[in-house]
Structures are given as C-alpha cells and as structure tokens.
C-alpha cells in the first residue's frame, strides 16, 4: 500500500505560478515512478508530469518547458513547478505511484487558473 498526499493548489491569475507537493509514505525508490496527471471537467485524465526511478523525466508537449516535476528522496517527496500558467491548466491534479504494477493515487488538489 502507497498513500500520497497532494497539497499546494488554489486559484492563480493567468501567468503566474503554483507548485504542487505529494508525500508518499514509502520512500520513493521503492516505485517504479512517480507522476502528475489532471483531469478538468467532462475531460478525461491526462498525464501531466512524470519522474522514473532513474530520475529520468517526461512532459506532454501541452507542459513542456512551463512545468517541471521534481523530487526530494530524504523526504519521500515530488513536487511540480507549475509556471506560465493558463486557464486551460484548470483541473484538478493527482498524484500518482506505481509499485509492483498496481497503481496508487492522491485525493487530488484543485488547481484553477483565471484569464
């Protein structure tokens, strides 16, 4: 079992920044990776950052060079920088983990972004 928990979203104006943080309670070289996805309203979830164990990192195209996912290993932490944001970046983001091939989710933060 993997609980992660998500803190740091809120409502930002266009163009600015927020950054997301999720603590897993195992240490996080024990997953196969670690990741962001969002979901907005009547979307389907989308993959928005991930980490590999390696410390290798991917981004879809929509993020790429605005976000950046990072990770403390002596906290069991990852985090997402979140910069240049736009509305269209409103969703609520999960936290994702996988060990051993089951997949473990956060409760979700609401990030909302006004034009």
């Known amino acids: 079992q993997v609980q992660l928990v998500e803190s740091g979203g809120g409502l930002v104006q266009a163009g600015g920044s927020l950054r997301l943080s999720c603590a897993a309670s195992v240490s996080i070289f024990r997953l196969n990776a670690m990741g962001w996805y969002r979901q907005a309203p009547e979307k389907q979830r989308e993959l928005v950052a991930r980490i590999s164990r390696d410390g290798s990192t991917n981004y879809p195209s929509a993020v790429k060079d605005r976000f950046t996912i990072s990770r403390d290993n002596a906290q069991s932490t990852v985090y997402l920088q979140m910069n240049s944001l736009k509305p269209e970046d409103t969703g609520v983001y999960y936290c994702?983990?996988?060990?051993?091939?089951?997949?473990?989710w956060g409760q979700g933060t609401q990030v909302t972004v006004s034009s």
């Open positions: 994702h983990a996988n060990l051993y091939g089951f997949d473990y």
